[in-house]
């Protein structure tokens, strides 16, 4: 008679995983420290981005890719704040470009995570929602899949001037209906996302955009609606309006 397998020799489901850059300088923001570690509300806003990962039932691991020489420091980090227990962290050093802390992430991975997030530090606040809503699409099939939102500002596309400040010369206006301006967290099958870190090669700052990539492997990158809290930190006044997101959901919660 066939013995039923012991809980621990069957095998696991595939996992889902989420990458967090967090290794940029933030020179936007001024000057300080690095911008995942900016503190929003009291707590570092790489805290908030990694506590909007674990808040998903589908992110059994989160990989935090950490400034090249801060790894301690993110670890120790990790340690002073109350994160969800049902995930694991991992925390490894980042590279020069997102596109190579990125890369760094997933080579961290084990081999049980079939689906990988692919999260910036610079986004804390992004809602649970969105981040079901890409896992779910990515486990329900598609290759790559970016949260986006139509755009308020109509869209030029200019010649850059040489010098800042000089007027510069338009080249085109796209369709705003057809523009959608994307965020994170970007879902993908996880061999999808190794390919296209593999073979496409992005010269200078490298790419800015993981399903850029997947486009240019030629595989289909489909969009889900994104979310207005969603946006990226990346200048002063950023910083205001996520303190005032922070505070109105305070005030929900004390309802
Ligand atoms: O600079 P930008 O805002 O586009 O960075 C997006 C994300 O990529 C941030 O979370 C940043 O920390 C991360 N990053 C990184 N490694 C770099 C540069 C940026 O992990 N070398």
Same mark, same amino acid.
């Given at each position: 008679?066939?013995?039923?397998?012991?809980?621990?020799?069957?095998?696991?489901?595939? $996992?889902?995983?989420?990458?967090?850059?967090?290794?940029?300088?933030?020179?936007?923001?001024?000057?300080?420290?690095?911008?995942?570690?900016?503190?929003?509300?009291?707590?570092?806003?790489?805290?908030?981005?990694?506590?909007?990962?674990?808040?998903?039932?589908?992110?059994?691991?989160?990989?935090?890719?950490?400034?090249?020489?801060?790894?301690?420091?993110?670890?120790?980090?990790?340690?002073?704040?109350?994160?969800?227990?049902?995930?694991?962290?991992?925390?490894?050093?980042?590279?020069?470009? $997102?596109?190579?802390?990125?890369?760094?992430?997933?080579?961290?991975?084990?081999?049980?995570?079939?689906?990988?997030?692919?999260?910036?530090?610079? $986004?804390?606040?992004?809602?649970?929602?969105?981040? !079901?809503?890409?896992?779910?699409?990515? $486990?329900?099939?598609?290759?790559?899949?970016?949260?986006?939102?139509?755009?308020?500002?109509?869209?030029?596309?200019?010649?850059?001037?040489?010098?800042?400040?000089?007027?510069?010369?338009?080249?085109?206006?796209?369709?705003?209906?057809?523009?959608?301006?994307?965020?994170?967290?970007?879902?993908?099958?996880?061999?999808?996302?190794?390919?296209?870190?593999?073979?496409?090669?992005?010269?200078?700052?490298?790419?800015?955009?993981?399903?850029?990539?997947?486009?240019?492997?030629?595989?289909?990158?489909?969009?889900?609606?994104?979310?207005?809290?969603?946006?990226?930190?990346?200048?002063?006044?950023?910083?205001?309006?996520?303190?005032?997101?922070?505070?109105?959901?305070?005030?929900? !919660?004390?309802?």
């Amino acid at each position: 008679m066939p013995s039923t397998p012991s809980p621990t020799d069957r095998p696991r489901p595939p $996992r889902t995983a989420a990458v967090i850059p967090a290794a940029g300088r933030g020179v936007r923001l001024g000057p300080g420290a690095p911008k995942a570690l900016r503190v929003l509300g009291g707590t570092p806003m790489l805290i908030h981005a990694i506590r909007a990962m674990a808040a998903s039932r589908a992110v059994s691991l989160v990989v935090v890719v950490a400034p090249p020489d801060g790894a301690p420091e993110v670890k120790h980090l990790l340690d002073e704040h109350a994160l969800p227990e049902h995930t694991d962290y991992l925390v490894v050093p980042g590279g020069e470009t $997102r596109q190579e802390s990125v890369r760094l992430g997933l080579e961290a991975l084990p081999e049980d995570v079939a689906v990988v997030l692919v999260h910036d530090a610079a $986004r804390p606040l992004v809602p649970v929602d969105t981040v !079901d809503a890409v896992a779910s699409a990515v $486990r329900d099939g598609a290759p790559a899949v970016v949260p986006a939102l139509p755009l308020a500002d109509t869209v030029k596309e200019v010649e850059p001037a040489g010098t800042p400040g000089e007027p510069e010369p338009v080249l085109a206006t796209p369709v705003r209906a057809r523009l959608r301006a994307v965020q994170t967290p970007q879902g993908f099958d996880r061999d999808t996302l190794v390919r296209a870190h593999a073979e496409v090669a992005v010269d200078g700052e490298g790419a800015t955009d993981d399903a850029g990539m997947v486009e240019r492997l030629g595989a289909p990158v489909v969009v889900v609606p994104g979310h207005e809290e969603a946006f990226k930190v990346t200048r002063p006044l950023d910083l205001v309006l996520a303190e005032a997101v922070l505070a109105r959901r305070r005030a929900n !919660d004390g309802f």
